[in-house]
């Protein structure tokens, strides 16, 4: 296993102290996984307290001291971050996550202190000095088989964020649980364990599963087997609700929206911001077909003004997992507005049409959003990658220079003011009508609009 050249500056360091420095976690799982490593945690046995492990640090790099009572220091070098770590067992003394009592001991074996964490997979070491992978609960032959699995019943228990941790890592591995993982999980949830986490532990379980999972759909699907989708009824609300079979020949709306889920994944970009607010879009853009489906009596399955029924629900959803209002703002246009590409392309929508949508939603986004729910299903053009509409709906959008923001405003307050007005609460309603007309076309130059005022405000004023 190949280390930044700190880690065996130090564990030399350590060695002649009588210590041993064993890099543990993600990073020996990743390397079996053949994965991008990231970060380096190592843990460090052998010595007396913390404050020995702090003075040999100290000597390379910065120090921050904000773990320490749990055991961690963090030791910065050249820019880079690195966990060292004690030993340390962790004892459930009240409920919520922070109820727990940190012992560190230095003396501790590997496999002791391994015991601690969740699954075989996250409880390999790399023995530096010795150059050997420690594994006493046998992850490499869970990583060979596909399987996560849990170390311990009772320490498993103690953090019920576990859950959402194993739906991550299946979606991300695309890994099933092992047997007794999934009824000691599907227990903990019908004992309401998860009750005591707060939202903020969640969101960022979330967020892996979201971005860090090539087939999020694996997570979700592991929700619902475990019955965690409780806490999300709005999620729940649209398992087995019909769809069209002309349309959605794929099945019902959660069918279609875990689908929609996995197309996005393909569309992402390298802002980690951006692609959260698409992939939280797409989860929730059917929303509303729970209480607007409706069946009619020739068989036909409607479902008339879902994207405007989904907003509450999206709203309701999102804020289970987080307070940011002015994101959880911007999500919503893209949900708002999901079918619009369709509508435009079938009703040949105008040039003004696409000017007033750029107002409420970045056209760029919305086809990206659109192009995941029109992909993410079984019909013909879908299977053949071909999204008619949304090219479309781009290319006339480019044309128009609306694509990524709207249309910019001919007028400004300063013109006004260098045309002879005094500024007035009548400015913000001249403007407002100037740009009403850029919209709808009447007027396209800025001339054009000097004129439009001269002729029916600045006259009026000098009268």
Request: hydrophobic content about 40%; overall charge negative; glycine content about 6%.
């Amino acid at each position: 296993m190949q280390l930044p050249n700190i880690i065996y500056t130090i564990s030399k360091d350590l060695k002649e102290q009588s210590a041993k420095a064993i890099v543990v976690g993600g990073s020996v799982r990743d390397y079996f996984l053949e994965l991008p490593i990231k970060d380096y945690d190592i843990e460090v046995y052998g010595l007396a307290c913390m404050e020995e492990l702090e003075v040999i640090l100290a000597q390379y790099g910065s120090v921050n001291l904000v773990g320490k009572s749990f055991g961690v220091l963090k030791f910065i070098y050249k820019g880079e971050e690195y966990d060292f770590s004690f030993p340390r067992i962790e004892e459930k003394i009240a409920s919520g996550h922070r109820g727990f009592e940190v012992f560190i001991d230095g003396e501790m074996s590997f496999k002791e202190a391994s015991k601690r964490r969740d699954f075989t997979i996250n409880a390999m070491g790399y023995d530096i000095e010795r150059g050997v992978f420690l594994d006493p609960y046998n992850g490499q032959e869970d990583i060979e088989l596909g399987i996560l699995r849990h170390i311990d019943d009772e320490t498993f228990i103690e953090d019920p964020l576990r859950l959402y941790r194993a739906v991550q890592f299946s979606a991300r591995f695309n890994y099933g649980l092992a047997e007794e993982t999934f009824e000691l999980c599907r227990s903990m949830v019908a004992n309401g364990m998860l009750d005591e986490l707060p939202k903020e532990r969640i969101y960022m379980e979330f967020k892996k599963l979201l971005l860090k999972s090539t087939r999020p759909s694996i997570g979700f699907e592991l929700m619902r087997e475990l019955d965690m989708l409780y806490y999300f009824p709005e999620l729940k609300s649209i398992i087995a609700v019909p769809q069209t079979p002309k349309w959605h020949p794929e099945g019902d709306v959660w069918v279609h929206t875990m689908m929609a889920v996995d197309k996005m994944v393909n569309f992402l970009g390298e802002d980690r911001r951006e692609n959260l607010r698409y992939m939280l879009a797409i989860l929730c853009h059917d929303l509303g077909k729970a209480t607007t489906t409706k069946i009619e009596k020739d068989g036909r399955i409607r479902s008339i003004g879902h994207e405007i029924a989904g907003l509450k629900p999206t709203k309701q959803f999102l804020y289970r997992l987080t307070n940011e209002h002015t994101f959880i703002a911007s999500i919503l246009p893209l949900v708002e507005h999901h079918l619009k590409p369709s509508q435009f392309y079938h009703n040949q929508a105008s040039d003004r049409a696409f000017r007033k949508l750029a107002t409420k939603v970045k056209i760029e986004e919305l086809v990206k959003v659109a192009r995941a729910d029109f992909l993410g299903r079984t019909t013909p053009e879908a299977l053949a990658e071909v999204y008619k509409a949304g090219d479309w709906m781009l290319e006339k959008a480019e044309a128009l220079d609306v694509s990524k923001k709207p249309l910019k405003a001919l007028i400004k307050g300063q013109d006004l003011i260098k045309m002879g007005l005094k500024p007035s609460s009548k400015f913000k309603y001249i403007l407002k009508k100037v740009y009403i007309l850029q919209l709808e076309g009447n007027i396209s130059k800025k001339e054009e609009a000097l004129e439009y005022i001269r002729v029916n405000y600045l006259e009026y004023e000098h009268e």
